[in-house]
């Protein structure tokens, strides 16, 4: 079972860890990880589509890569690991912080993002937890939303991912 640390309301790190599945019932929150994958042109994301498999949200559309961080891992470290676990991608966030935080009830959400022209062939889904892969602009992905197909409900969030994506030192290229 994996563990995951947890961290006050000011995202200070506690002698505490939850195992994966358990709900958290204090005010402590454990951290999620997604990296969105753009095109060059910065018009499409990559998005990946949940395995039917999954207890939360199967077959719903997602932004490149999400998952937790385990215990004793950075941010910048469970990028890595999830995005080559997920989608077969090897990219080192390692130095990198994320570019977008947001805080929930029981989650701090880090979001880090990448410039990347990739061929959707090449991708290994290497550990059954997505089926698919597709780019998508953002007016595609909006429209996942209204069918209730995508995992993020906020419009407004995936708007502003590809907002904020063409600022100055938002994105990593890479070959």
């Known amino acids: 079972m994996e563990l995951f640390d947890l ?6 790190k506690q002698n505490k860890t939850i195992q994966s599945g358990k709900k958290i019932s204090c005010k402590l929150s454990n951290v999620i990880v997604k990296v969105c994958v753009f095109d060059s ?11 039917a498999s999954k207890s939360v949200d199967p077959n719903c559309w997602d932004v490149t890569i999400g998952g937790h961080v385990k ?3 950075s941010s910048a470290e469970a990028a890595s690991r ?3 676990e997920e989608v077969g991608i090897n990219y080192n966030f390692k130095g990198d912080k ?3 935080t947001f805080n929930y009830s029981h989650e701090f959400v880090d979001y880090y993002f990448m410039t990347k022209d990739i061929n959707i062939d090449k991708l290994k889904f290497n550990d059954g937890e997505v089926q698919s892969a597709r780019w998508a602009t ?3 992905i909006l429209e996942l939303i ?3 197909i995508f995992v ?3 419009k407004e969030l995936i708007s502003l991912l590809f907002r904020v994506r063409q600022k100055c030192g938002a994105i990593k290229h890479f070959v």
Request: charged share 45%.
């Open 146 to 148: 209204d069918k209730k």
């Open 98 to 100: 994320p570019y977008l």
């Open 152 to 154: 993020c409900d906020y």
């Open 82 to 84: 999830e995005l080559f």
């Open 41 to 51: 042109l910065g018009k499409k994301m990559l998005i990946q589509q949940r395995s």
């Open 138 to 140: 953002e007016e595609e």
């Open 7 to 12: 961290y006050d309301e000011n995202r200070i």
């Open 71 to 73: 215990s004793g891992e």
